[in-house]
Nanobody
Framework: VQLVESGGGLVQPGGSLRLSCAAS????????MNWYRQAPGKERELVAA????????NYADSMKGRFTISRDNAKNTVYLQMNSLKPEDTAVYYC?????????WGQGTQVTVSS
């Protein structure tokens, strides 16, 4: 199983970023996918989740209305569109899937929101 995130970077408050996670080594379309984040000194937290077919999504309360999770099963990729970014969104963002009972993680991509 391999999960590779990309798309992070430095953005000003109010800006947008789109993260991508390319998956391989498993049947992508059969599994729900998640985005987590971890800020310095804080625990890793769930940002958003999407069902295997993409028909159901869930968000942490602080991300509702600003973040959108989506997936393209033909490309084995899950996305996180982040709008209206705030300094408190600064964190390392991780792609996650639970494959046959095992939590699988990507290496993470840094998102920094600062003026």
């Amino acid at each position: 199983v391999q999960l590779v995130e990309s798309g992070g970077g430095l953005v000003q408050p109010g800006g947008s970023l789109r993260l991508s996670c390319a998956a391989s080594g498993f049947t992508f379309s059969s599994y729900a996918m998640n985005w987590y984040r971890q800020a310095p000194g804080k625990e890793r937290e769930l940002v958003a989740a999407i069902s295997s077919a993409g028909g159901s999504t869930n968000y942490a309360d602080s991300m509702k209305g600003r973040f959108t999770i989506s997936r393209d099963n033909a490309k084995n990729t899950v996305y996180l569109q982040m709008n209206s970014l705030k300094p408190e969104d600064t964190a390392v963002y991780y792609c996650n899937a639970r494959i046959r009972g095992v939590n699988c993680w990507g290496q993470g991509t840094q998102v920094t929101v600062s003026s």
